[in-house]
Each structure stands twice: as structure tokens, then as C-alpha cells.
């Protein structure tokens, strides 16, 4: 199989096309580094070759990465390692190459790819949007494997590298050019010949060696004044870390390794093996770092987390190709309608105009209502234009696709409407029927409802099967989930359009079947149940929110739940206990913050103390309206406490599974992950279930049910499990 092709230039530039068969992009696939290498020799040989040019026939991607499934088959740390040490040779012959090798970036360059075009001589990156250039590695609980972790701070200094390797984020051509990690940026239409320009200049030039800000400050001239000048620059000071300064580097690392305890925590090995490695590479030499390299890559790349993290990429791949039915096509959308202004409202219409490009018609009950929705906007916009991700041209444009209106006036075009009113039926019913008579009978109505039954919704409707369910997740613009909900009359085809406008918003998108809560609310509520039934025994607020943070959550159910809104959930627990009766049956007392006027976060009284914004301490009077007396704080099994909020969650969601809310444990796994912050590391319930082994877990959840009572009965699909050996992922 041949990965490559070369066009030869009749000014003596060979360039040398990537172009992976059978694939949409390109990826470093088995026998693509062997075949790179002979070819490189040859052109390196060839009298008739002044200088190379690498560059992708794909029109999406120069090279997007490794083959992800080599690392998932990887079985032995030794053989991640011999790979990892095989690609660095072969980038090392490239950066050594006496003719100039230059790499021209369209599209995605990321793993591999990055560290391929930094083994060459200098890069050339288009200024297309589609152009996203980084080291993703550290998001499959790896590192990059060959030479990344020492080329890049050596292209962009030490703190640029440490955020863009720790975070695995994604840059645009612009932003490497401002950090050094690309020589030129170009429209696309000229990018090969300014990289064929640009390797001929320097084949032709012999250019003085640039003087960097380390080499300057390790030969400072005896002159004190200028020493002082030199080391008050900010720059310079940056760039102090990487120079021969135990003091500086240390500073670097350990605010970084803070950092990551403060966002990673103990659970993920990867970036604190980054850091191990940069930091080898720096006071060692680059050889001691390539070598240690490539032996924590091969450590890392069998871990379980590893396991885990690569498995939820593939299951967001798979969902990538999907729409949640078996072959239905979904409708074109020229136009959505949002009912609400608030913060859910105008969210969806933020991605929809800022994501999927379409325009927006948002309504609200008043001029107040909807002014104060497209001032958040606004905002939203200035943000991006402060952070210099979009012009202020790009940011008017993008505003005057989204209008606002206090009637139905300009819906009328709207192929989809979707709703983001009160959490009513009634109100929902009445919103409906306005929608129905403003667009007529084949607009497809979407509730953005986190607990309500869309059938019951749909019962509105004389055109059932055009109501489906949108369930957004708050803040609209960050969350990355939505939950696609359709009751048993909703067509194809509108499933089909609501799971592809969903895609086009830039979400990941999973279809589920209806239900009181459907999926995520549903788990959600044990969850929150168990906290409370908790803070009831006496454990202190900050030991609950320690132990999910403990367990893996991102945050704790109490600090949540002040975020949800204590009224909210509130009524919401009270629809999951009707529903489901005494397994859900809550512990007295949040109808005692409810009048006490206590709502959360949103009215600046919960049960922490707000403060400028921001949560500050536990409020203590918590403790008297609920008529508790806590035990003291930090003396808590956090271990213990942890499981018990995290097997509630997954005991649901095998009940969810059972009853056919869900159409397969991955949907359940990226729907947790992805919706709910339940640990990556841990591969989502499912994976989680399965880790354990279902014998095992049904021994933990009879623990707990002899210890609190009927809550904690296993799920019949559970126990089926434990029977029969079967996995929930085969």
C-alpha cells in the first residue's frame, strides 16, 4: 500500500503528498512511518532535489494522528515502547536532513502530525478554521510518543508548551504563528506555493543562527544595567525557565503541577508524566528526555485510564456518524425559533447561530425579557472578540442573525421551534398551541424539558409525531451533551433532523427513548437523593462534596445542587418520587430551605455562602433549619461516601437500561460523561459495571441495601447479569 506520492517542481522542490488510503483522514497507520523513511532517503539522495515539501491530498487533514487503535490493542508497555522509539528515529532523520523539509498544514495537524511537521525544518499553516494544530495525546491518558514533549518547548517555550501539552487543546494557524510554532500563515489557495517558496529560500540561504532569549541571557554581557533591562522584560523572564536556571524552571513546574492537582487531581497519570518528562528534557538533555519519552508512553498507553479514555473517543466517533435511527434523513434547517430569552434560551440560540450558522428567531413574554437575552448575547460575542477567536466584523454579523420578538412574528419560516419555557405542562401545552397556529402543523416542536415526559407533552399536539425532545445542559455554550428524547409517536424524520441540528450546534448527541427524567435526569436524581439522605445521617456538606470529588465527579452533589437551583430540584424530586415511588423517597427537609427563601447560587443563598459571586464557605444555618448536628468536617470515609454516590448513578442507569431508555450501554456511558460529569477515567457506568464485574457489584449494592434499606435493591438487569457472567459491553 502506497501512503505517499511525489510531485517534482521544475525549480527542484519534491512535494511529497500524504494520502492514506481508504480514510477521510489522514492518520499514521501501520507500515506509513517504513515507507516515509525510504522515501525520505531517496529524495535526500537525489542531486535533482534542492528541498521537500510535505503536505496532505486530503481536504481536511495534513495528518490527524496516530491510528488511535493501535494504542486501544496494545496490550504490553515494551511494545508502546518500541513504537514510541521507532517514530522518534524516523523524525529525528527528518530534522536532521541537510536539505530543508517543510511542512504545509491544512486542516487537522494533531498528535503525530504536530510532531511530524515540528521535525521539519520550518511550517507553513493555512488560515482556514479548519486548520487545528495540537498535542491532544494527554485527552486518551497518553503523551505524545515521538519527540513532542521535547520539540515543542524547545519551538515555543516552556509555559506556551506546558498549556497546550498538559490541556491537549487545539490552536488555530493564527495563534501558532504568534507562539513560534509556525513559520508563515497563508490563505489556502497559496499554501503549497508559499511552502515551496519558503523551502527554497532556505535551501538557498545560509542564515546566521538565530540568537535565542536563553542563549542572551546565559552570555549576558557584564553590564548591570542592561542585565536589569533584559530580566524585567516579560518575554525574557518567560523564557528564563528554559535556560540553565533550577530557580525559574522550578517555579514553571511547580505552578503547573498545583494546576493539575487542582483540575486533575490523582486520578489521571498522564500530565503529571508530562511534566516528569519536559522537565528530564530540560535539566538532562534532550536525550535523557526522549529516552524517558518513550517509557512512560509505553506505561501509560496500557493503563486502564488510558483504556477508558480511548474507548469514550471512539464511542463519540461512532455517535459522529449517527442520528439515532436506522436509515431516516434529517430535514434541512434554514431557520430554528427559540421560545425563551433566559439563560437555557439563549444559550441554544448562541449555538445554533455561532456553531451550526443558522439564523435565529427568540422569543420571549416581554421587551425586558428579550432584551435582557440579546444583551447576554452580546456578551457572549465580545467575548470571543476579546479573546481575538472572531473579529468584531465576524461578531456583527453573527448578532444580526439573531432577532428577538415578543409575538410569534418571524417564526413562521422556522422549520423547528424549540422550547426553553417554565418547567409546566400547562405552560407547555399553551406554548404549543401558539407555536402550531404561528407555523402551522408540520413545524417540528422541540422541548428542551429536563423532566417532564415528552409524551405527555405531545398529547398538546394534534401532529404527535412532530414533538420531540431537545434536552439541553446549562451553561448551553460549554456543556457538550444534548439528549435527543422521543416519545413512541415521534416520527423518523424528526429524530433524525433534531439528532443532525444537535451535530451541526457542536454537540455530541445521544437518542434516548421517553420517560419520567429520561436518562440523564433520571440517574441524576439517586445521585442527588443519596447526598441528601447523607447530609441527614450527620455527614458534613464539605465530606459529601469531598467524597464525589474523591470518587471522580468534577464537582459535588451539594455544590450542584446549589447550581441546579435547590427549588428546582426540589420539584423535580418530587416528580421522580412519584414516579418511582419509595426507592426515591427523599429525606425531610429541602421543603425547609424552600422557605427559607434558600434557591441556590441564582438567588445568592443556598447552602453555601455566596460572595462576589463566587461560593465561599458552608453556611452553618444550613445545619439548624434542617435540625441536624453535623459530625465534624474531614473525619468522613471518603472512599466509602464516594461509592455510594457513584454505584446510585449506575444502579439507575442499568435500570434505564432494562426498561429500554436507552438504546445501549454507550449511549448510557457517553451520556453520564458527557451530561453529568461522571469520571472519564472510569469509562462511564457501563465500563464502570463492567470493571467490577456484575457478581461484584451486586455483593457492593447488597451491602448498602442491608444497611439503608429498599433504595439500594439491585436492578433485575443486574442481578441477570451477575447470573449469566454477561457484560454490558461483551
Known sequence: MSFFSIENKTDGVAVVWIDVPGQSQNTLVEGMREELDSLMRKLRHDDAVKAIVLASKKPSSFVAGADIKVIQQTLVAADAERRSRLAQASF????????????????????????????????????????KIGLPEVQLGVLPGAGGTQRLPALVGLEAALDMLLTGKQIDGKKAKKLGLVDEVVPPSILIDAAVKLALSLAAEVKPKRVSLVDRLTGLASDIGESIEELTNPDVLKELALARNPAGRKIVFDQAERALERKAGPHYPAPYKILEVVRVGLEKGREAGLELESKRFGELAVTDVSRRLVEIFFATTELKKENGTKDAKGLPVTKVGVLGAGIMGHGIAWVTASQAGIPVRMRDRDAAAVGKGMKALRELADERVTKRRMTESERDRLMSTITGTTDYSGMKSAEIVIEAVFESIEVKHAVLKETLAACGPDVIFASNTSSLPITKIAAGSPRPDRVVGMHYFS???KMPLLEIVRHPGTSDEVVATAAELGKRQGKTVIVVNDGVGFYTSRILAPYFNEASWMLSEGTPIEDIDRAAKHFGFPVGPITLLDEVGIDTAEKVGHIMHAAFGERLTPPPGLDKLIADGRTGRKGKKGFYIYGAGKKKEVDPAIYKILGLEPRAPGKANLDELGERLGLAMVCEAIRCLGEGVLRSPRDGDIGAIFGLGFPPFRGGPFRFADSLGPAELVRRVRVYAERYGKRWAPPELLLAHAKSGARFHG
Not at 536532521?96 to 498544514?105: D, L, N
Not at 510532531?115 to 521539519?120: K, P, R, S, T
Request: hydrophobic content about 40%.
Open 92 to 131: 529525528d532523520e527528518i530534522e536532521k536532513s541537510e536539505k530543508p523539509i517543510v511542512a504545509a498544514i491544512h486542516g487537522a495537524c494533531l498528535g503525530g502530525g504536530l510532531e511530524l511537521a515540528m521535525a521539519c525544518q520550518a511550517r507553513v499553516a493555512s488560515s482556514d478554521p479548519k486548520t
Open 475 to 477: 451553561p448551553v455554550h
